[in-house]
C-alpha cells in the first residue's frame, strides 16, 4: 500500500519568512496530492492541491511543486503570518484511498 | 465551513460498548469516507461509501463497519470497544469516485473509551 513520510515533524519560522515542508510517497500509481491545515479542535481544511499532470501551483502566498520521478511534493508558504500556525498534513490519494503523512506543527513567531 | 456536519462532537463510551457517529455530507456529494485520527498523528483511512455501497476499505477490523443513506449520509458503527479506538473520527465528502476527488472534512467526533 501507499505509504506518505512527512518532514519536517515540527517547524518554526519569525513572521514574514518562507517555511517549506517536504513529503515523500511509495506508489507511483498515486496521481493526486492535497494539502490540509487543522487547527486546534477542527477537521482537516484543504488548502491546496495538484494532481499528477501539473509540477507546480500557486495559489496567493502558497505554493505546492511535485516531482513524480523523483515521488516527492512539497508545501511552500511565503510571508508567513501568525494565524499561519497550526499543523500540516500531506495526502496521497490512489483513488478513494487517502494515505496521509504525519503531520507538521507550524509556528509563525511575531 | 466545508458544509460536511458530524455529531455528536464528544463522546465517552466504556471498553466493550458500541458507538454510532453520524456524517452529513456537503450537498451534492455522493461519497464519504471515514478517518480514524489518533492524537499526534495523521488521518487514517478506515473505508469509503459510494452511492450505499463500501467502495474500499483501510486496515481496519470488522467491528468498524458504515452505512451510507439515500440521502448521502453516514454512519460509522463500532462494535466491542477498546482503549485504543480513542480517537478523533472524521468523515470526508466527495462527489464522485474511481479518479480521486477533493475530499471536504467535518469537525470530527471525539471518543474516549474508558
Known amino acids: 500500500g501507499e505509504n506518505v513520510e512527512q518532514h519536517p515533524s515540527t517547524l518554526s519560522v519569525q513572521e514574514g519568512d518562507s517555511a517549506v515542508i517536504k513529503c515523500t510517497y511509495s506508489?507511483?500509481?498515486?496521481?493526486?496530492f492535497p494539502w490540509y491545515k487543522q487547527e486546534l479542535g477542527k477537521g482537516p481544511q484543504l488548502i491546496i492541491d495538484?494532481?499528477?499532470?501539473?509540477g507546480e501551483k500557486k495559489d496567493q502566498r502558497i505554493a505546492v511543486t511535485l516531482n513524480k520521478t523523483a515521488k516527492h511534493f512539497s508545501l511552500h508558504i511565503t510571508e508567513t503570518q501568525p494565524e499561519d500556525s497550526a499543523v500540516y498534513f500531506c495526502?496521497?490519494?490512489?483513488?478513494?484511498?487517502?494515505?496521509f503523512g504525519a503531520g507538521t506543527r507550524l509556528t509563525v513567531k511575531p | 465551513e466545508t458544509g460536511v456536519t458530524q455529531s455528536p462532537t464528544h463522546l465517552i463510551k466504556t471498553r466493550g460498548q458500541q458507538v454510532t457517529l453520524r456524517c452529513s455530507s456537503q450537498?451534492?456529494?455522493?461519497?464519504v469516507s471515514w478517518y480514524q485520527q489518533a492524537l499526534g498523528q495523521g488521518p487514517q483511512f478506515i473505508f469509503q461509501?459510494?452511492?450505499?455501497?463500501?467502495?474500499g476499505r483501510g486496515n481496519f477490523p470488522p467491528r468498524f463497519s458504515g452505512l451510507q443513506f439515500p440521502n448521502y449520509s453516514s454512519e460509522l458503527n463500532v462494535n466491542a470497544l477498546e482503549l485504543d479506538d480513542s480517537a478523533l473520527y472524521l468523515c470526508?465528502?466527495?462527489?464522485?469516485?474511481?479518479?480521486?476527488?477533493?475530499?471536504?472534512f467535518g469537525p470530527g467526533t471525539r471518543l474516549l473509551v474508558l
Open positions: 506508489d507511483s500509481a498515486s496521481n493526486y
Open positions: 495538484i494532481r499528477s499532470n501539473v
Open positions: 461509501y459510494y452511492r450505499e455501497e463500501e467502495n
Open positions: 470526508a465528502s466527495s462527489l464522485g469516485t474511481g479518479e480521486a476527488e477533493t475530499q471536504y
Open positions: 495526502a496521497a490519494d490512489l483513488g478513494g484511498d487517502m494515505r
Open positions: 450537498s451534492g456529494h455522493n461519497t
